[in-house]
């Protein structure tokens, strides 16, 4: 069974300065508690100085009703006396995520079908554009479509439009296959992560055109990688990535649609481990579950 | 760093039914005797009545001369208080491995060329073989080699002479292309784990030739396993499988030279897993951290 | 560019007992015509005494109008000269597919998701399914959908529905999660290539509940076949295969979720290279170019 | 069989400008000569003033005998009349290979077991390295090793003489983790493919300590990649890639070795392709058949 799908699972997840005790100390609290530990995660940049991360998914009898008190008690014990950070989540509760959309549908359907067959923790309350041509697309699934055109003219404002939709409303954008740089001021405005879903190959080819230039050289795999956004483009933490086999054959409009196949399954795998919880992020690296 | 470099580590592996607060338990008493948990991985099969299995790695100064005392601590908690079952290593001791052989030669060199490297945290003591042709092979490595040759008139005692080379000195026979079937009646005396290494395919082609009768029905992909042995001839657990891509242009030939490729990567990480304590039998599944 | 986007763009399948010269003929007759080759496969499974198979991609300026005095000449060299079974195709045509399904769309929708974008040179005349429930999946598509349900009475009388269905309407079955076995007299009958998609393991597990008796073996990696119909149950010429790795987190309902990932991608690309004419079956096998 | 086990097999690599009639001439003239074709792989990058590239693999009894015979027939009709390259081999020549190394065996050692078991159509006269270290291992299976040491000083020097070393003794120079840079004369004077590897991520890290920053952005596969060497240090046409998997829990000493395991693939299969003559370089792009 899918851990949301049980409405008496939690999750904790625990970061901060490694030392001794930690895995106890949280063990401790949870058993203290009535929680019985259904699985869990640890791992330790290094023992002496380094980073410490654990995710534990628990089973607490009647968990809504005694979240607050379960809260109380971790953050007496891990923010007071061992300076960690926590969070606690019901499993139950989906995360509420934006898609973000320009033309290209892939990663967009091969979303909302999993969401719509429950195979991601996740609610999608609206799909946001810059261009009309997914509208039919998220309306087919029931989902609300709101075209915001940008050009280089209006990009504040309509960042300030996109703003308004976002806020209270989700837990996490995901840019899927949204081909607007996203500036500073959204990224410390919008107060949630933001997911994206990038090609890539070995080697890198930067700035335009990578599918023809990666064909000049010969590359035989094509990739992807979704990572968060921060402000350094295509420059996050990585959650997920991987590659397809390519040939001589393959014209640059093959390697552009196998990659596109590579694109929707690593999108759907990052985003399915984040509405998961099993994704924690450390400056610019992840630690995955 | 590889685990066992590190002169103080250890690794405690727990498993059976799971009950509220074992993490808890053990987390403390490893705390009490002063260990500081490096990584830890737990499953549960399910957490009302289901199969509890957890591997953690600690660091413990001086945990050569405290291994006895640590090992009382847990002896009392673990089995005489919870009732589970527990096995306490140091990581510095490497496994101490028989490999088998007959004529082929190429996950014999990878092995002991990884164990050269120090990538295996493993020495091999001897290598036994129904077959001369591997001797300067081993040899070549500093390595003892063992001809006993096998028929079917002598397989009783060729066995017998097989274990008494083993009895007391190996912790792990490694089955390494070697083509003769053990009895019954050798798994029980060695006491030690037996690991295999065989060729797979999706759908299988049971008995003699399968490379031929894969070709004949145009299979796109060969495979290996790595599996545990058991009186069930290559139906034991399973450690580890992976596959290679094959094309009608593969000869018969070929597809042995390919699987071949994949057998010597899936038996080395199967056995570099085992040898880190990764594996944990659970009747005929494995749970591998 | 996609050969079926080029209304001047033929291929030319030639297939039967190797001998010397066939190339320098076939490339012969199609120079004589004005045709400019544009890509050629060739394989022999023997030089001496083997099959022969081609695949030629070529261009010949108003193709449609000069087909016929094309096929005549190389009805003349090939069959009556030299012996051999050959297909000529206007790469522009593409394959009419009825799509045969039963509960699970996944399979369904990514095809009809590639035909949407006209990655797949095929169209979809009709929609079969024994259970009413992807009706809206296909109709959404604009693609109708009839239901005919089967049971153990009713299934001679099905079949014969199905075949009037089909009967001149089709070039192509697929099988996208039909979980029904079509009877030796419909294959018969059908008069097209029936393409089948099944999950595979390695090893394989035979009968009933493949998913739980996979996962109480532990195995690691789950995946799918894709293959021509025979009557023999899951056991024609194979098309392509492929694999996801998978572990002992994963539950049954996991294993299946991710093996369906396999299955749309597998059925995907073999449905692909059929309706791009790569696909030639002999005997049990297949030569896929 | 392998092609370079039958004495009597030839290969025919043809590259130009594409034109009409192409394979039907080249075809003509090896029928005429008595020659059967094998296999023939074809690829044009467009059929209007694009490439052309054929690999032909043809059977002629007797072959060694009527080699000049043939080839003076083929240059009349692709050399003169056509105005295409060819080069035309006994598939039993092996390639004679010059390995340079510097303190890593990995790749060295997978090349020799490969050659020693005739995996791959090559003999290996030498091995050179600015390393005294893996002298022993080349001489293990009886292959000269010339130590030559290089420092800023004597580059010049050291590259004349490697090259007195390769003159008119090799076919071709493997880089097998040979850490100097060739200079553009030497890549002038050898006169020879020369082939090199090296780690590959997505996305490049360029520059220093790739593996550790690599780690610090959390990547999840580390690949390699075989090319041959231009001037433009690692930019050179790519032959093979291949990549594997990582996670949070690798160091980056980890992370190398899993690096290794990949690079010493992707080098062999693509040192056996280049022996095969399966690879034509088109500028700075391969076709590999």
Redesign the interface.
């Known amino acids: 069974?899918?851990e949301h799908h049980n409405t008496d699972y939690g999750r904790l997840i625990v970061q901060g300065a490694?030392?001794?005790?930690?895995?106890?100390s949280v063990?401790?609290v949870?058993?203290e508690q009535?929680?019985?530990?259904?699985?869990?995660?640890?791992?330790?940049t290094d023992?002496?100085g380094g980073r410490f991360f654990?995710r534990t998914v628990f089973?607490l009898e009647g968990l809504s009703a005694r979240f607050d008190q379960l809260k109380a008690a971790l953050d007496q014990k891990l923010t007071h006396e061992l300076g960690l950070e926590f969070r606690l989540v019901e499993a139950k509760r989906r995360k509420r995520a934006a898609i973000f959309v320009s033309k290209a549908?892939?990663c967009l359907?091969d979303l909302l079908?999993r969401v719509q067959r429950d195979?991601i923790a996740m609610t999608v309350p609206m799909v946001v554009s810059n261009h009309p041509d997914l509208g039919d697309a998220a309306r087919?699934f029931g989902i609300p479509y709101f075209y915001i055109p940008v050009n280089k003219n209006n990009k504040t404002e309509a960042e300030k439009e996109q703003l308004n939709l976002l806020k209270g409303n989700v837990d996490l954008v995901i840019l899927a296959r949204y081909m607007q740089i996203l500036s500073g001021e959204f990224l410390d405005e919008v107060g949630v992560p933001v997911i994206n879903i990038h090609h890539?190959?070995?080697?890198?080819f930067m700035g335009a055109g990578p599918y023809q230039r990666a064909?000049?050289?010969?590359?035989?795999?094509v990739?992807a990688?979704a990572h968060y956004v921060t402000e350094d483009l295509?420059?996050g933490?990585?959650?997920?990535?991987?590659?397809i086999?390519v040939?001589?054959?393959d014209?640059v409009?093959d390697l552009q649609?196998k990659g596109a196949?590579v694109e929707r399954?690593v999108l759907a795998r990052a985003v399915t481990w984040h509405c998961d919880d099993r994704v924690i992020r450390d400056?610019?690296?992840?630690?995955?579950f």
């Open positions: 069974m899918r490694d030392r001794p005790g930690i895995v106890s063990s401790g949870l058993t009535g929680a019985n530990i259904v699985s869990l995660d640890q791992y330790s023992p002496s654990q089973h549908d892939h359907l079908w195979e087919q890539s190959f070995l080697p890198a064909k000049e050289r010969g590359v035989k795999l990739g990688t295509d420059e933490p990585i959650i997920e990535q991987d590659v086999r040939s001589h054959r014209t409009e649609r196949d399954l400056g610019n690296t992840t630690v995955v």
